[in-house]
């Protein structure tokens, strides 16, 4: 078996939230939410044990602190 994990990310939490709730709906086990304000983390799991992260940090400066920083091509 392949392992394979997709990941997602946001700086809106509106698109954090719906998108959890959409594969939730598509019946995938939600893990607990890791919260450090205001970043949101949480993985969840396929019915396939396709592993999915979904991630929101909604501050740029939290953003950059975490080493999430664009960079041109």
């Given at each position: 078996?392949?392992?394979?994990?997709?990941?997602?990310g946001?700086?809106?939490?509106?698109?954090?939230?719906?998108v959890?709730?959409?594969?939730?709906?598509?019946?995938?086990?939600l893990?607990?939410?890791?919260?450090?304000?205001?970043?949101?983390?949480?993985?969840?799991?396929?019915?396939?044990?396709?592993?999915?992260?979904?991630?929101?940090?909604?501050?740029?400066?939290l953003?950059?602190a975490?080493?999430y920083?664009?960079?041109?091509?």
């Amino acid at each position: 078996m392949n392992a394979v994990n997709i990941a997602f990310g946001s700086r809106s939490v509106a698109d954090y939230e719906a998108v959890t709730e959409q594969v939730r709906r598509g019946g995938y086990r939600l893990h607990s939410e890791v919260t450090v304000a205001p970043a949101r983390a949480r993985y969840l799991l396929g019915p396939d044990d396709l592993s999915v992260e979904l991630l929101t940090i909604p501050d740029g400066d939290l953003e950059k602190a975490h080493g999430y920083e664009p960079t041109s091509a």
